[in-house]
């Protein structure tokens, strides 16, 4: 029940994170797509204006050149239609002097006036030379309409002939784009060409880089001109990702703070499992334990009581079966110290070893007759084939030893009922390194199982039987100490057939 509300609770946590997560990705996502075409549209604005100033320019260069020359002609008419006149105004004055006199005089005043001829012999009243002067102006304005007219198609006809490279002045260009670039908010570097229609380059910047050249942003100018004519300004950004990217940074440390508490939440759970795992497989070897302690402990102290007994003394065939019923139950007591031994190892994570010089081929050959009893209660045989030349290496007695023995160990926990029990035990030289093989003919090892043999805890299935006990603990143990001796275990079985365990270890002279 609680591992099974561990489970649901890792679950919806888990779920919960990965939502988290994924809302956190959206946003970034959404925010990351908002501003690239905030840019786009205010890149293609700047673009727009900037190709539409260099036609403004143009224009404004047509326009100046053709008032200037029709200035020059409207004031070479006005000089012939207009005269310095000389206006001559007489004013009659008169005045009394109280006596009942009357005194007047004539006051002349003369002045020139560039008053045009056609207004000065109308000799009409002010509304009329008013209209007069509006009649003129109107006239002036369908002059110049006209003279509008012609700059168009001036430029109509004459400027879309020319190149490109003559039309537009390119520093000119590159002002207009950085200036309406900052206007919409846009400070960044940029590269740009102008090209023809057909792709031939017209103009690349000083500057030019390939870098960013993926994304180009494209504008024509003189669209309005033949198509053949029109051309066309290729920008481009190289620091672009960086600059969109930019915007959701402050996103960063969020999403980095909710994949280490997803890590650390995962880890946890982890860990509990683990932990729980390791406890019950502690209660269980402790209960086992027990079990194993308590059968050996019995058999000693029945033996011990048999001893006692008079008559055993004065029988040697059984006083011997008994002492070595004694030998045999204290061997086996200390083999199972030695597992509660090498469950300490694993938690220390290191052994410590007490290494010296030992010739393996007599190390082996003393585990192989103490083991020949346990291996004869099923009916099986043992055979030794100690071929080594050179047998002496540099290993710790103790574990080097239980490395054997767990071997052979397993052989018998894992043999076949179907059959006899059959063990072999080889050692040999090559390469200046020891081999020993250790070959069954159990019930082998299937392939997807072989590979995961030595991790710790790891025990193979064996089906409907249920008579093999363990923890998964001594392949590990074997793994490890030979590892520890700077030497390598590597297995080869056939499910049905048998198992063959081949250990490397380096020869004494190469210590």
Known sequence: MKKSMIWILGGVMAFSFLILLYLQVSYIEEIIRMRQEQFN???????????????????????????????????????????????HHRYAVTSSNGLGSITSFEVNINRRSNIPKAIISTGKNIPQTSKALQDILKERYVYQRAMLDEVVYNILYNASDKPLRQRINFNQLDAFLKSELLNNGIDIAYHYTVTERDGSLVYRCPDYKDEGSKKVYTQEIFRNDPPAKIGLVNVHFPELNKYIFSSVKFMYPSLIFTLVLLVTFIFTIYIIFRQKKLTEIKNDFINNMTHEFKTP???????????????????????????GVINDETKRLRFQVEKV??????????????????????????????????????????????AAENPYVFVDEMHFTNVIFNLLDNAVKYRNPDRDLALTVRTWNESNKLFISIQDNGIGIKKENLKKIFDKFYRVHTGNIHDVKGFGLGLAYVHKIIRDHDGNIRAESEYGVGTKFIITIPLLKNE
């Not at 143009?58 to 005269?83: C, G, H, P, Q």
């Not at 010089?357 to 100690?386: Q, R, S, W």
């Open 341 to 386: 031994l090498q469950m300490s190892m694993f938690d220390r994570q290191k052994a410590v070893l007490k290494k010296k010089d030992m010739d393996a081929n007599k190390m082996i050959e003393g585990v192989v007759n103490t083991f020949t009893l346990k291996v004869e209660k099923y009916n099986g045989t043992i055979t030794t084939d100690l």
């Open 41 to 87: 549209e205010s890149v293609k604005r700047s673009l727009v204006q900037a190709c539409k100033n260099i036609e403004l320019v143009e224009t404004k260069k047509y326009l100046e050149a053709d008032v200037e020359a029709t200035e020059r002609r409207r004031m070479a008419f006005m000089d012939s239609i207009v005269n310095d006149t000389l206006v």
């Open 297 to 323: 402990i019995s058999t000693i102290s029945l033996a011990a009581q048999m001893l006692q007994d008079p008559s055993v003394g004065k029988s040697p065939a059984m006083f011997q079966h008994i002492s």
